[in-house]
């Protein structure tokens, strides 16, 4: 075939200009996203009922809704959180379940409880996650001016929703906008309880002429002649001056409601708030289109907003926490592995072939194999994403390995004094067999990992298929392209009978310069006397490497320094969202100094989908940017020291901010969490029980940093039956006198505009001590009777949130700190010591345990990848104890990636883990092309140790310059600062270790065990 091609170059080159014509076309084509479009096997079920207490939402509507989803085909788990007020039902299903259908089924359930549902009851919102529902950015809105802020910001509330949001959800590449800190209205009426009796109105009246001028009939059809009229009837209230100006009559006098009460507009009582520094602001998550491309996205968000700064001069815009710089590294990160890779080729060739002409088919190759990529992407339906292009990042450095490699036996060939066709045939031909196995046993290494499951599996299938794709391209491109090109470069050369050297590579010839094959050989001879104790101490790195894999510290993501922190606080103490917020600004301007920005989010939030942000009145989330000159570490340590010394019962947490990819994976689990219930009643125990089984815990187990229950005090009205009866009061008129006492009785709705504003029945703002002692209300003979008589007010202690599961409601114990290799043997600890004091049931989850199954699948993984690698290269030397040799080398330069990465502090983490998997393919390749170089020498008859040490010097420059090559394009990163380079950091050192380490192994020790092998034979 070679032949064939070399022969017929205009044929080639066409072929492949319209590959690539199609490849730029398809490039154009490809939507481009942060991650993969993958199903999140997950819906959310969110229940809201302001003013209702945690134990009656989960009673009335969280069980019953429970249990009758748990009927839902391909169920994993669920869970059920019910605070005060609101309420979330997380369903789980097993990866690979039909999200739409699951999706349909749960709305079919929630339907069917609802039917048992009071009609006041709201049906619940049911959400349906994917990766790309996760926001790309987010944009601040705030008032410029801070003149009358509250009526302004409600002005801006509505303006956002009606403006601002819209035109952002009409971008094409924009699926939804989601916003929260939002402050709307509503209308007032404070009824003068002096001038009411003296006139003899009560507040039913109000509420029923309320009701009686607040109607809309709708239309009907009239027919007059040979025409028809739709007739509207409209009586609904449209402003603050309408309900004013409503007349009632009492005692045959007409008047107004404004004689009698003050009616007015005010903004509604909040959950919660967002702000931008000190003052409110609006938060809106953008959210893209699965099949939209990320840059497009970012430049018409930006441009539209430039239209919004220009227009609405009163208002500030700002765009944070983008997480589409998470990609623009990675297609940087891309664009200088193909430089710097293409230069040090190019370099590195023209020091080892002293040849200026080849090297330049490098830089032609790599873009060459990258666009014809992009068209197989678009035929396999991927985006490009961070995943898929960690997989093309991955193959450009075998990429340029498969061409040099080529390139290099071409020329070798050509120096023993071979023809150029014949050199350009013989050569490519002599290397696909090895190049094939290359590819295999790298595929080897990637595509078993898409047999994980769930979302881990998920991602790493384009991360798989896109290393397949690049590596495959880019052995086409290397036996057909390179040697039509190689030929066409050296044609009118070979016919002038000109040399192949210019002056330059000439006088490093004969300055033997870069000679690299003599200190090769003598190291060769070297090693090869000693061999009776090099090969104990090749065999020590083995151990050596699986001691450090033992001893150093693992985690999830390398730690780097970051100029952003993210601080959540939980005050622990029941206060309302006002002092909420005081506290939060005494710890911003603290921090003033230090930092560049601060969002906060500051009790519930009212995002859709973002369901991170699900805070109680009583927490805080805070966003700091910080200034260079300043650490993390030291804004921890001066807001710690502020909460330790002004409110010591407060909890703070700090981390990182998340991106995309964290919140993909994130865990909400403890390591280890204790669920405990009570077996005499279907429910859980007594606050004051759980009370002393957390002193039990934490009496036996005083290291493992238990995390109490959030408990919650309350107040508790309790109404005296026969009081009412005594006094002949009537309970509705009871509760509907303290409801507007509380300013919570809503009698109606005004429709303003685009806006429903609720109408609500007021009183003076008073505390409830006050309002029970001085509020009165009549019975039914008129008669006054003080409220203080009625009711009885009572302090309690309750659980701040109820948790359920498939077995009913648990109270949730965390162990944050838990012997990863025990999880079983506390399990018993803790189930033994509750049997024998408490009558309860327990039950264990947490990370601990749910990551035993992905551990054993990575397990069943690698047996299966070493079974591939040992399958491929048996059948490319037709041996079996040759392909153990290589295999072998992999311990040892695990080793020496190992040892580097040791050396400058680093840990075992997901970067390092990815370095060790690409090192492993490329220097397998080395081995892989040397040993099957000596087969073919030995073939031909000759000796076994003369074939050892010809085809150690005929693949020295390969393996040299394919090892050289990838170390210095990785050097950069060592001593980069940058958030991007210092996350590289631990592959950098990972790859040069193991690379460093592995080129000495593949040089004298795969050498060594061959002549082991094949000594006695």
């Given at each position: 075939?070679?032949?064939f091609?070399?022969?017929?170059p205009?044929?080639?080159i ?6 690539l014509l199609?490849?730029a ?10 991650m993969?479009d993958?199903d999140?096997?997950?819906i959310?079920?969110q229940?809201e009922?302001?003013g ?10 969280v ?7 748990m009927?839902?085909a391909h ?29 349909i089924d749960?709305?079919?359930k ?5 039917r048992?549902?009071p009609r006041?009851?709201?049906r ?10 996760l926001p ?7 008032n ?14 509505e ?5 601002i949001?819209?035109?952002l ?22 009824p ?7 006139l003899?109105?009560?507040n ?12 809309t ?20 209230l ?7 100006e ?8 007409i ?8 009616v ?12 931008q520094?000190?003052?409110?602001a609006?938060?809106?998550a953008?959210?893209?289109q699965?099949?939209a491309r990320m840059?497009d996205?970012k430049?018409e968000v930006?441009k539209?907003?430039e239209v919004?700064?220009?227009d ?15 990609l623009n590294?990675a297609i ?5 592995s193909?430089?710097?890779?293409g230069l040090?080729?190019f370099?590195?060739m ?14 032609f190759s790599i873009p ?7 068209l197989f ?28 490699i080529?390139?290099d ?8 004094g071979?023809?150029?066709a014949q ?18 046993t790298?595929?080897a ?6 047999f994980?499951?769930?979302?881990s599996?998920?991602?790493f299938?384009?991360?798989a298929?896109?290393v397949a794709?690049?590596?495959?391209v880019?052995?086409l491109v ?9 030929r066409l470069f050296?044609l ?23 000679q690299?094959e003599?200190?090769?050989?003598k ?9 009776r104790w ?24 390398p ?10 606080i939980?005050?622990?103490?029941r206060?309302h ?16 100094e ?5 969002n906060?989010?500051?009790?519930s ?7 991170g942000?699900?805070l109680?009145p ?6 700091i ?5 300043y650490t ?7 807001i710690?020291?502020q ?8 909890k703070v ?8 990819f ?6 909400r689990?403890a ?14 125990p007594e606050?004051?029980?759980?009370d002393?089984?957390?002193d ?7 290291d493992y ?6 408990r919650?005090?309350?107040l ?18 009871l ?6 006492a509380?300013?919570e009785y ?7 505009r ?14 409830i ?6 509020l ?19 302090r ?5 949130i ?25 399990a018993?600890?803790v ?6 004091r408490f009558?309860l049931?327990i ?9 035993r ?16 690698l ?14 153990l ?12 990636a190992l040892?580097?990465?040791w050396l ?8 390092a ?7 492993s ?13 000596i087969n ?13 040490e ?17 170390i210095l394009?990785?050097?950069p990163f060592l ?21 460093t380490?592995?080129t000495?192994?593949?040089?004298y ?13």
């Amino acid at each position: 075939m070679i032949k064939f091609l070399i022969h017929r170059p205009i044929a080639v080159i066409m072929t492949f200009i319209a590959i690539l014509l199609l490849g730029a076309v398809a490039a154009g084509l490809l939507p481009i996203s942060l991650m993969p479009d993958v199903d999140i096997p997950e819906i959310t079920v969110q229940v809201e009922r302001p003013g209702v207490s945690v134990r009656e939402l989960e009673n009335t509507i969280v069980r019953p809704m429970r249990q009758s989803l748990m009927q839902v085909a391909h169920l994993d788990d669920i869970t059920s959180e019910s605070r005060e007020g609101y309420a979330l039902i997380r369903l789980r299903f097993k990866y690979g379940s039909d999200i739409n259908y699951a999706f349909i089924d749960v709305n079919e359930k929630v339907d069917g409880v609802m039917r048992y549902m009071p009609r006041e009851v709201d049906r619940p919102a049911i959400i349906k996650a994917s990766a790309t529902d996760l926001p790309v950015f987010y944009i601040n809105v705030q008032n410029k001016e801070t003149v009358d802020e509250t009526a302004r910001f409600m002005e801006l509330c509505e303006f956002t929703d009606a403006v601002i949001k819209k035109r952002l959800e009409q971008l094409p590449q924009v699926a939804m906008v989601d916003m929260t800190g939002q402050l709307w209205p509503e209308l007032y009426i404070l009824p003068d309880a002096g001038r009411m009796k003296s006139l003899g109105i009560k507040n039913g009246q109000i509420e029923n002429m309320l009701k009686e001028n607040n109607v809309t009939l709708g239309s009907l059809q009239v027919i007059d002649g040979q025409y028809q009229y739709n007739i509207r009837f409209s009586n609904a209230l449209r402003g603050v001056e309408d309900v004013r100006e409503l007349y009632l009559k009492s005692n045959g006098r007409i008047l107004q409601l404004k004689d009698i009460s003050e009616v007015g507009l005010r903004p509604r009582t909040r959950e919660g708030l967002f702000m931008q520094g000190s003052r409110d602001a609006l938060s809106l998550a953008v959210i893209k289109q699965s099949d939209a491309r990320m840059e497009d996205l970012k430049e018409e968000v930006d441009k539209l907003l430039e239209v919004f700064n220009r227009d609405f001069k009163e208002v500030e815009l700002s765009l944070t926490r983008d997480q589409t710089s998470i990609l623009n590294f990675a297609i940087q990160n891309l664009k200088q592995s193909l430089l710097l890779g293409g230069l040090l080729a190019f370099f590195l060739m023209f020091l080892f072939l002293k040849d200026t002409r080849s090297p330049w088919l490098i830089g032609f190759s790599i873009p060459v194999s990258l666009v014809i990529s992009f068209l197989f992407f678009h035929v396999m339906h991927l985006s490009l994403n961070i995943i898929s292009l960690s997989g093309l990042i991955l193959g450009v450095g075998m990429m340029i390995d498969n061409s040099i490699i080529v390139i290099d036996n071409i020329t070798q060939r050509m120096e023993r004094g071979e023809s150029l066709a014949q050199s350009c045939i013989q050569g490519t031909n002599e290397v696909i067999r090895p190049l094939i196995s290359s590819v295999l046993t790298t595929c080897a290494v990637f595509l078993p990992l898409i047999f994980i499951s769930g979302i881990s599996g998920a991602l790493f299938y384009d991360q798989a298929v896109a290393v397949a794709i690049g590596l495959f391209v880019s052995l086409l491109v290397s036996v057909t392209l390179l040697p039509t090109l190689y030929r066409l470069f050296w044609l009118r050369a070979e016919r002038k009978g000109k040399q192949r050297q210019n002056r330059v590579a000439r006088w490093m010839v004969k300055r033997q310069l870069f000679q690299a094959e003599d200190v090769y050989e003598k190291g060769w001879h070297w090693v090869f006397a000693q061999r009776r104790w090099m090969m104990p101490v090749f065999l020590v790195l083995i151990v050596a490497g699986g001691v450090m894999a033992w001893q150093m510290k693992k985690e999830r993501f390398p730690v780097f320094e970051q100029q952003e922190l993210v601080v959540q606080i939980d005050w622990n103490e029941r206060i309302h969202l006002a002092e909420n917020r005081n506290r939060v600004d005494q710890i911003i301007h603290q921090v003033e100094e230090q930092t560049l920005s601060v969002n906060a989010f500051v009790g519930s939030q009212q995002y859709v989908l973002h369901k991170g942000m699900d805070l109680s009145p009583t927490e805080a989330v805070l966003f700091i940017s910080l200034k260079q000159d300043y650490t993390t570490n030291e804004l921890e340590d001066a807001i710690r020291q502020q909460l330790t010394a002004t409110y010591p019962e407060a909890k703070v947490a700090f981390r990182f901010p998340e991106t995309i990819f964290d919140r993909l994976f994130a865990d909400r689990e403890a390591p280890f969490v204790a669920k405990v219930s009570s077996q005499k009643v279907k429910g859980v125990p007594e606050v004051k029980e759980m009370d002393k089984v957390l002193d039990v815990l934490e009496q036996h187990f005083p290291d493992y940093e238990i995390e109490p229950f959030a408990r919650n005090q309350y107040l508790e009205v309790r109404v005296q039956p026969e009081q009412l009866a005594l006094y002949d009061v009537d309970q509705k008129n009871l509760f509907a006198r303290l409801k507007a006492a509380l300013n919570e009785y809503q009698i109606g709705v005004l429709r303003s505009r685009t806006l429903y504003v609720p109408i609500v029945l007021s009183d003076k703002v008073r505390t409830i001590n006050t309002i029970l002692r001085d509020l009165k209300i009549d019975n039914r003979k008129g008669k006054e009777i003080s409220v203080n008589q009625l009711v009885q007010l009572v302090r309690k202690n309750n659980y701040k949130i109820l948790h359920g599961g498939k077995d009913g409601e648990y109270v949730p114990l965390p162990f944050f700190k838990v012997d990863a290799l025990s999880p079983h043997y506390l399990a018993n600890q803790v189930r033994n010591l509750m049997q024998d004091r408490f009558d309860l049931n327990i039950s264990f989850s947490g990370k601990l345990f749910s990551s035993r199954q992905l551990l054993r699948e990575l397990l069943i993984v690698m047996i299966i990848a070493l079974a591939l690698l040992y399958f491929i290269l048996a059948a490319q030397f037709e041996s079996l104890t040759q392909p153990l040799i290589v295999l072998l080398e992999v311990p040892m330069d695990i080793a020496g990636a190992l040892g580097l990465l040791w050396l400058f502090g680093g840990t075992i983490n997901l970067m390092a883990m990815i370095g060790i998997i690409v090192m492993s393919g490329i220097i397998i390749n080395d081995s892989i092309l040397k040993i099957d170089t000596i087969n073919q020498l030995r073939r031909q008859g000759m000796g076994l140790k003369e074939a050892i040490e010809t085809g150690g010097r005929r693949r020295l420059k390969p393996i040299l310059m394919t090892s050289l090559t990838t170390i210095l394009a990785l050097v950069p990163f060592l001593f980069a600062h940058d958030m991007g380079s210092e996350l590289q950091q631990p592959l950098a050192l990972t790859v040069i270790g193991g690379m460093t380490l592995g080129t000495l192994v593949s040089l004298y020790f795969i050498p060594l065990c061959y002549y082991y092998l094949y000594r006695n034979r």
